[in-house]
C-alpha cells in the first residue's frame, strides 16, 4: 500500500499486489491452499502495515520484546483468519462464470474488511481502501467511502489478474470492458476537479493548531513531561490571537483535580470575551468514579463544551475481558477509560459546528456519520485531536493523515488535526493538506479553514444504514454465486 521509505500510499501496489493475490487464488488446487495462501498475505501485509505496535508495547510499556512481538503477529494472524476464510470460500465458488467469480472476490475481500472493521471493536487501521486516497478512485470517496473503494479495487484486481490468461487476451470484450471503467475513472476525476457544488458555512476561521512534541517515555511524569506541557500549552493558550487553538490528546496530561490550583480556571476565564475559542485534550473524571479520554471546549458559552470519546482502543484504552494479566505487564498510564456515548453534538463558534474525535476515533467514518443524519445539525468541520508518540517516529503517523484525509473526501468537510508529535495539519474538504507542521518537533501551525456544509450521498446512506448495505450487497453477491455452482453442478 505504501512505500516504506516514504510511508507514501501508492494506489497502483495495493491493485497490483492484491492481482498477483487473486491470479494465484485462481490457480490453487484445493480450498485449503486457497485459504493458506489468503492467511499468508493477510498475515504478511497486517503485521507490517502495523509493526509499530511493538513500540508502544516495548519501548514505552516495558513489555519484554519477544512478548510485544509475538503479540503484533498473533493480532496479524488471527485477523488474518478473515481473509482466508474468504479465500477458502471463494476456491468453493470456482464453478461460477468469470466475471460471477471476480464480484465474489471483491465481495469476500470487503467482508473481510467489514469483519475486522467491526469485530472485537474492529481494528481496520491499514484497509485497502486507503491506498487510493491520492488515486483515482478517490473520486468514489463521497458515494461510497473507503469500503466500497476497497471493494471496487478488488474487483479491478481481479480483472487485472485475467491478463495471465492467453484467452483472455484475446478477449475483444474484456479489453473493452476495461478500457470503458477506466475511462469513466478518468471522466469522474475530471468533473470532480471541476465541480463547483462546493457549500460554505459562516466566515472563514483564523486557527492555531498546537504540536508539543513532549517526549512519551516523559509524558506522564511528574518532574518532566507533564510540567512541560502545562507550562507550554499553557502559554500558547493565554498567548494565540487565533479564533479557534486547538490543543491534542491528553495536552492537559492531568485530572482537573490534579491540576495546580487555579490553573483550568484561569484558562476558561481567558477565553469569556467571545472574541476566541480553544478545543483541549484532558482527562475528565476522577480515579474513583472514572475518567474519559475527553475534549474541553472553551468559550464564552455559559457552560464547557465536552466530548468524551466513544471509540476506545483495546489494552490502550480499556481493557478486555480474560485479558487484565496482559495489560499488568505494560506500564500504559491512564489505560482504563469509560467509554462515550455515539454521536455526540458539535462545538458551535462563529457560525460553524465543530466535531471532536479523538485519535483514532477517525478510523470508524460509519461512527462519525451518525452526526450527518440532520443536514441542520451536522460537522460543518471536523477536529482530531491526536498522541501518536506512542509509536515513535514511524509510518503510524502517514498512515493516520491519509486516515484523516479519507474522512475528509468522504464527508466533504475539512479537516483540523492537533497532535502530540505529527501529523499537525490542515486538510481542506478536497482531502489535501494546505498547511502542515514538520514532525517531530515543538511548534504552533497557523492558518485558516472554511467549513462547509454540503451532506454527501455517503454520509447521507451511511448515517442511517451504517454499514449494512456493504454487507447486504457482499451476502447477496455470495448466494447468487452459490446458487449458480449449484446449478451447474446438478446439470453435470
Known sequence: ??????????????????AVLAGLLQRAGSW??????????????????????????????GLPAPLAVAAVLGLAIFLGSYYATAGAIFHLLHR???WLRGLCFAALWMLAELARTTWFTGFPWGAGGYAHVDGPLSVLAPFVGVHGIGLLAAALAFALSLVASASTRRSRVYWVGLASVIGLLAAGNLASTASGKDASAGPRLSVALLQGNIPQEEKFQGGTGIALALDWYGRQLRQSRADLVVAPETALPLLPSQLPFGYLEALRERFQSGQQAALVGIPLGSMRKGYTNSVLGLSSAPELYRFDKHHLVPFGEFIPPMFRWFTELMNIPLGDFNRGALGQASFHWKGQRLAPHVCYEDLFGEELAVQFADAASAPTILVNVSNIAWFGDTVAIDQHLQISRMRALEFQRPVLRATN???????????????????????VLVGEVQGQTLITPYARWVSRLGLWPFWLLALGLLCAAAAWSGRRARRS
Open 32 to 61: 485449503r491452499r486457497a485459504g493458506l495462501l489468503c492467511w499468508t498475505f493477510a498475515t504478511a501485509w497486517l503485521s507490517t502495515t502495523y509493526w509499530w505496535l511493538f513500540i508502544s508495547m516495548h519501548v514505552y510499556g
Open 421 to 443: 508529535t505529527g501529523a499537525t495539519v490542515i486538510i481542506d474538504h478536497r482531502g489535501r493538506v494546505t498547511h502542515s507542521l514538520p514532525r517531530l518537533t515543538r511548534g
Open 1 to 18: 500500500m505504501a512505500l516504506p521509505w516514504s510511508g507514501q500510499p501508492h494506489w497502483w501496489l495495493q491493485l497490483a499486489s492484491l
Open 96 to 98: 461460477s462464470p468469470v
